[in-house]
Every structure is written in structure tokens, then in C-alpha cells.
């Protein structure tokens, strides 16, 4: 049930009850007076009688010894030595009774109550009548207000979801209401604060990761001058095992260079896809093949799509060689249509990486010695820029499965 619902259900609950033990204090009190006052004026009624009875004067014209109809409760009363005042019936109409005992016997007096009864009734309409119209306007009140709060919530639910996905520019807006000297207006909006709080969450975050990204590129560029140098001179080194094991190294942190300008790249949103048609099954085969390492190809389902062959091949590059420096082989890759699905037979990816996507610098292997961890990140970044939809999981025999959804026409 959504927010909206719960907080106008929660408001019709409490108005009715409200309404209800207010209706039912109102009846209480009414029917108290308006009864009270009938009991007053049959006791005087029982009072003149009792004085007529005892003088030998005419007795008034609703009073009697020992009527027939005088209900048993009050025979009791009055046989006790009491008086009493109880509502009951004579000749099938309502009257209130009233008894006091008279030489041994019974002198009652009753008056009609018919037309109490409709008083009361018709008083206890007009109560049930206004206490739900009362509820009715508090929970129409409840609903236009549960509304607004939950436009309000979802508006900024929708600005975190974007700010999730990767839209760092996405605002809620808000502002705080500031009076002359700076007092909020109309008291405290917890909403507002709410939204506030993420609009300035997000400009924080966003300059982090502005910061990140410069700094990214500052390094890669600022590495590629010296690193060039260094190629150069280890080339004038003489033949052996000194060198290759310079050569091995400057290789690898020539491709951790090239890495870390292919994420600015792509951070800066510079990368622009050049789209042709491609049969899907083909570009897989180039692609293995270009890595040189040993991956099998099945082609359950060949289909045409449009998307940029190079950086298709890169993904699928990134993703071989992850395979077999973190999984173990055989690694395969099914196209299925505009689907592909790479798996090998390792440990499978760890559960972080799983819930949380690729992270810069972060490895499967505790000791970080097979990789730097930007072969996923530059997957997931030229997916984007391809429309490609990525999942990473864990296949049916336990490797690492990693699963590519191509934009079908």
C-alpha cells in the first residue's frame, strides 16, 4: 500500500473515532438533560399527587393507585418503602413512570415519553449525520494532504533514482523559505528538508566525482610523456633478462595508462559510437579471435545488429582475458540473437561486485596482483556509450557469467 493510502487511511481512522466518542459523549450528555428534565416534572407530578391523596382533593388526570400497567420494577420499589422513576409502557404508548407507596399501597404518576424518544432520536440523527460529515471532510482534508506529501516524496525518490543511474546533474529544486532575517516561514517542512538534503548530497557527490575524473586524466596524461621515455630507453638496453623483465613491466603500466585514458574518455562523455549493421555471431569469432586466447563459440541464434564494431570488440576482449585471469578455463561465449553470454569455470565473481557493479581498482583476487581492476569499469562505460544492458552473476556450474543485451531494432 503507498504512502499516500496508508497516511489517508490512518487519518480516516482517527477522525471516526474521534467523531465517535465525540457522538457518543454528545448522546450521553443530551440524553442525560432531556431525560433528567422528564424525570423532574413526573416527580412533581407524583409530589401534587401525593398531597391531593393525603388532603381527600382530586388527584390529577395521569395518576392512580395501583394501575394495572405500573411496571413490576417499581411495585418492588414502592413495596420496599421507596420511590422510583423508570420509562415503561401504558396502553402501547411510551409514558415515564414514577411510584411512591400510599397507605400500603401504590400511588403512581406517568407522563407521555413518545415524543422524548423522537426528541432523542432525532438529536442522535443529527449527531451520526454531523459526525460523519466531519469525518468525511477531515478524511477528504487526510487524502489532499497524504496526496501532496506523497507527490512530494516521489518527486525526490525520482530525482535519487536518476542521481542513482548516473545523472549527476538531477535536482530536486527546493530552496528553504528565508524571512527578513533569515527565519524559515510557515515552521518546519520535514519534505523540504528531505529534498534539500539531496540536492545538496548530490552537488557534493557530484564535485567528488568531477574531482575524481580530473584527477584520472591528469595522471593517465601525466604518465604517457615519461612513460614514452622509458620504452625508448629500455630499448637501448642490451638483449637478456633484464630487459624483458623492464619490457614485461613497462607494458603493463603502458596498459594501465591507455586504461585510465579510456575511463576519462568515457567519464567526460567524449566517446561517441559509430553504428553499422554487423551479423552478431561473426563479430563474436573476431573478437576471440583478436584476444589470442582460447574461448569457444556457440551461434544458438544469428541475428543483424547495429552497433560499433570496435568497441563491441572491446567489451568482449575485457571480458576473455578477465576470464582467464581471474576464472579458469573453458570459457565460452553463446550468442542467443542479440545476446551474449560469456562464462568460464572459476570461482565466479564476488558477491560485491555482483550487487554493486565494477569498481576502479577493486579485484576478485585478494592480493590484487592479476589486475587493476579497469577492465570491467571500461566494460560497463562502452556498454553505455553502445546502449548495452550488462548483468553480471554466477552460471549454473558456479564460474563467472557475465551477460550482454544488444539494442534490437
Known amino acids: 500500500m503507498s504512502l499516500r493510502w496508508r497516511i489517508a487511511l490512518t487519518i480516516t481512522a482517527v477522525s471516526c473515532a474521534v467523531a465517535a466518542v465525540l457522538g457518543v459523549l454528545v448522546h450521553n450528555v443530551v440524553t442525560r438533560q432531556v431525560v433528567g428534565e422528564m424525570r423532574k416534572e413526573v416527580r412533581d407530578e407524583l409530589d401534587y399527587a401525593l398531597s391531593a391523596y393525603e388532603y381527600g382533593t382530586t388527584m390529577p388526570e395521569h395518576a392512580a393507585l395501583d394501575p394495572a400497567e405500573l411496571p413490576q420494577r417499581l411495585r418492588e420499589l414502592v413495596a420496599d418503602g421507596q420511590r422510583g422513576t423508570v420509562v415503561g409502557e401504558r396502553g402501547g404508548e411510551a409514558v415515564i413512570w414514577s411510584a411512591a407507596p400510599a397507605d400500603g399501597k401504590a400511588l403512581a404518576t406517568w407522563l407521555p415519553y413518545g415524543a422524548t424518544r423522537s426528541r432523542l432520536e432525532t438529536i442522535d440523527t443529527a449527531i451520526l449525520g454531523s459526525s460523519l460529515l466531519a469525518a468525511g471532510l477531515v478524511t477528504l482534508a487526510g487524502f489532499f494532504l497524504a496526496a501532496r506529501i506523497s507527490r512530494r516524496l516521489s518527486a525526490t525518490a525520482a530525482v535519487a533514482r536518476r542521481i542513482t543511474d548516473g545523472d549527476l546533474d538531477a535536482r530536486v529544486g527546493m530552496r528553504p523559505r528565508r524571512g527578513l532575517r533569515g527565519r524559515d516561514k510557515g515552521g518546519r517542512d520535514e519534505v523540504q528538508d528531505v529534498a534539500i538534503a539531496l540536492d545538496t548530497m548530490a552537488d557534493a557527490l557530484q564535485r567528488r566525482l568531477e574531482s575524481e575524473k580530473r584527477f584520472t586524466a591528469d595522471v593517465a596524461h601525466e604518465l604517457r610523456t615519461p612513460l614514452t621515455g622509458m620504452v625508448a630507453a629500455a630499448g637501448l638496453l642490451p638483449e637478456g633478462r633484464p630487459k624483458e623483465m623492464i619490457n614485461d613491466r613497462l607494458q ?109 581498482f577493486r579485484t576478485g583476487d585478494p592480493g590484487r596482483g592479476r589486475g587493476h581492476g579497469l577492465g570491467l569499469t571500461i566494460v560497463m562505460g562502452q556498454a553505455g556509450v553502445l546502449g548495452i544492458g550488462v548483468e553480471f552473476g554466477t552460471a549454473k556450474d558456479g564460474g563467472a557469467r557475465t551477460v550482454l543485451r544488444l539494442p534490437s531494432d
Open 252 to 360: 603493463a603500466l603502458r596498459g594501465l595508462t591507455e586504461d585510465l585514458l579510456e575511463i576519462s574518455r568515457l567519464d567526460a562523455g567524449a566517446e561517441k559510437a559509430e553504428l553499422s549493421e554487423h551479423r552478431l555471431g561473426t563479430l563474436v569469432e573476431h573478437a576471440v579471435r583478436g584476444t589470442g586466447l582460447e574461448a569457444e563459440v556457440e551461434v544458438v541464434r544469428d541475428v543483424t545488429v547495429r552497433t560499433d564494431r570496435r568497441r563491441l570488440d572491446r567489451i568482449l576482449a575485457n571480458l576473455i582475458v578477465n576470464s582467464h585471469k581471474h576464472g579458469r578455463p573453458p570459457v565460452t561465449l553463446t550468442v542467443d540473437g542479440p545476446v551474449i553470454e560469456v562464462c568460464d569455470q572459476g570461482g565466479g565473481y564476488p558477491r560485491e561486485l555482483v550487487e554493486e557493479g565494477p569498481q576502479r
